[in-house]
T-cell receptor, first 114, second 111 residues
Framework: EAGVTQSPTHLIKTRGQQATLRCSPI?????VYWYQQALGLGLQFLLW???????NRGNFPPRFSGRQFPNYSSELNVNALELEDSALYLC?????????????FGSGTRLTVV | QKEVEQDPGPLSVPEGAIVSLNCTYS??????FMWYRQYSRKGPELLMY????GNKEDGRFTAQVDKSSKYISLFIRDSQPSDSATYLC???????????FGKGTKLTVNP
C-alpha cells in the first residue's frame, strides 16, 4: 500500500504570499496530523484532522489553517507568509487507526520564504 | 521546563561504537514512547516503539524506558556509517493524542 504522500516537494514563496501544501494519507486512514520542523526547533504540532473535522491545533497563529477532504486527503494553507515560516512541513497518519503506536510520516514539503 | 528534552549533539563516533541517545520528559501521563530516525531531507521513520516502562530490543537497537525517572534511552550497538542521521524521541499519552517530539540528536558514525 502507498505510504503518506506530500506535494509539492519544494515550494519557494515571497513574504506576504500564501502557500498551499497537500497530503494524502495511507489508504483507509482517516486521521492526518501536520507538523512544522523548523531549524533548531524540532517538530512542532500544527493541526490534526479526522473524519473531515479539525480536532486539535497547536500553538500557531490563525494564518495557519487547513482542511480535510471527503477522501481524507488534507491541505495546509499558510497565509501572509513570514520569513520564519521557512521550514519542512510534515504530514503523518497513525500507524494504527486508533492511535498510540506512532505515526507514518510523508517526506515533507520544504517551504522557503524569501 | 519543556515537555521533552533531548540533547541536540552533534554526536560523532567511530564505526563499531556503542551509541547512547537519551531524552527526559516532564509529563507523567506519557505512556507510549518512540524513537524516530530522520535522514537528511527526508521525513522521520519509526525505529522503535515501547509502551510504558521496560526494554525492547530489535537487532542492533535497544530502547529503554524508565517512567519513575521520566527518562528514555536508545542504544545502538556496532554502529554503522548508515546509522548517521538525526534521532528523535517522541511520546504521547496514547489514543488520538498528538506525539510530542524532542528536538533530535544528530549522529555521525565515521568509517
Amino acid at each position: 500500500e502507498a505510504g503518506v504522500t506530500q506535494s509539492p516537494t519544494h515550494l519557494i514563496k515571497t513574504r506576504g504570499q500564501q502557500a498551499t501544501l497537500r497530503c494524502s494519507p495511507i489508504s483507509g486512514h482517516t486521521s492526518v496530523y501536520w507538523y512544522q520542523q523548523a531549524l533548531g526547533l524540532g517538530l512542532q504540532f500544527l493541526l490534526w484532522y479526522d473524519e473531515g473535522e479539525e480536532r486539535n491545533r497547536g500553538n500557531f497563529p490563525p494564518r495557519f489553517s487547513g482542511r480535510q477532504f471527503p477522501n481524507y486527503s488534507s491541505e495546509l494553507n499558510v497565509n501572509a507568509l513570514e520569513l520564519e515560516d521557512s521550514a519542512l512541513y510534515l504530514c503523518a497518519t497513525p500507524i494504527v487507526p486508533q492511535g498510540g503506536y506512532g505515526y507514518t510520516f510523508g517526506s515533507g514539503t520544504r517551504l522557503t520564504v524569501v | 521546563q519543556k515537555e521533552v528534552e533531548q540533547d541536540p549533539g552533534p554526536l560523532s563516533v567511530p564505526e563499531g561504537a556503542i551509541v547512547s541517545l537519551n531524552c527526559t520528559y516532564s509529563n507523567s501521563a506519557f505512556q507510549y514512547f518512540m524513537w524516530y530516525r530522520q535522514y537528511s531531507r527526508k521525513g522521520p521513520e519509526l525505529l522503535m516503539y515501547t509502551y510504558s516502562s521496560g526494554n525492547k530490543e530489535d537487532g542492533r537497537f535497544t530502547a529503554q524506558v524508565d517512567k519513575s525517572s521520566k527518562y528514555i534511552s536508545l542504544f545502538i550497538r556496532d554502529s554503522q556509517p548508515s546509522d548517521s542521521a538525526t534521532y528523535l524521541c517522541a511520546m504521547s499519552g496514547g489514543g488520538s493524542e498528538k506525539l510530542v517530539f524532542g528536538k533530535g540528536t544528530k549522529l555521525t558514525v565515521n568509517p
